[in-house]
């Protein structure tokens, strides 16, 4: 099983900046792609950054030039420091992990999600 531990959500002022980590744990053999997404009330969860294994890094274009998403590969984390924070930027950030790992003996490859941390833009 891979853990996902996310931290760094809060309450913000719109202009203000916020740093989300989440850090893989378990029996990983590779990361195919690891980043973040969002899920505002009454809107579908949409994909905010990622990174691949190839080190190729996708961003929402409404989060282009505010935000950067970096990787410690030692530490299976990613961390995504967002500035210029924005209210529309409210919403329930989740880490996303895909890759292989040792599930139970076996290496399987699936994808997990955190549990969810809020981030609360105020006007």
């Known amino acids: 099983q891979v853990q996902l531990v996310e931290s760094g959500g809060g309450l913000v002022q719109a202009g203000g900046s916020l740093r989300l980590s989440c850090a893989a744990s378990?029996?990983?053999?590779?990361?195919?792609?690891m980043g973040w997404y969002r899920q505002a009330p009454g809107k579908q969860r949409e994909l905010v950054a990622a990174?691949?294994?190839?080190?190729?890094?996708n961003y929402a274009d409404s989060v282009k030039g505010r935000f950067t998403l970096s990787r410690d590969n030692a530490k299976n984390t990613v961390y995504l420091q967002m500035n210029s924070l924005k209210p529309e930027d409210t919403a329930v950030y989740y880490c996303?992990?895909?890759?292989?790992?040792?599930?139970?003996?076996?290496?399987?490859?699936?994808?997990?999600w955190g549990q969810g941390t809020q981030v609360t833009v105020s006007s």
């Open positions: 990174v691949t294994s190839a080190g190729s890094t």
């Open positions: 378990g029996v990983i053999f590779s990361i195919d792609a």
């Open positions: 996303n992990f895909y890759g292989t790992a040792r599930i139970m003996g076996v290496m399987t490859s699936k994808g997990y």
